[in-house]
């Protein structure tokens, strides 16, 4: 039996009896039942998976159970507190940029991930951030229009 992988998503501590090896989208999808988080392309390209491992945007699909040990996790389903939508997901609604809404966990846990770093990025710095976030229905300029109202409005992102 795997000895238990021990860390927190969304602020709550976990504790899984899985192989370390186990990719972390399979656990947070399938153990937790957190199904926020997309399966994409399996290959880390297109960032359907995008979580924030200790605030750093990271692929679910490509990391193991075990490099989450002890760490935090953040889901979509972590982004809003209490009950309130966070300022990117207000955003994205109000510039219709969730289009599918396939990709948009992804995209809004990256945007995250930029705005703690740099509150106020310019337009070539969010483009260069989310250029390896894909949007197969060609919400791209909403999504950068979201991201660009919530930096520009200095509506910090919590979290």
Known sequence: ???PVRFSVNGHPVSLAAAPEQLLIWALRGDLGLTGTKYGCGAGTCGACTVLID?????????RLGDVAGREVLTI???ARGGTLDPLQEAFMEHGALQCGFCTPGMILTAKALLATTPHPSREAIVAAMEHQLCRCGAQQRILAAIEAVAAGGQASHG
């Not at 605030?55 to 990391?63: E, M, P, V």
């Open 55 to 63: 605030g750093h945007a990271a692929r679910a699909c490509l990391t």
């Open 1 to 3: 039996m795997a000895a």
């Open 77 to 79: 389903e972590g982004v």
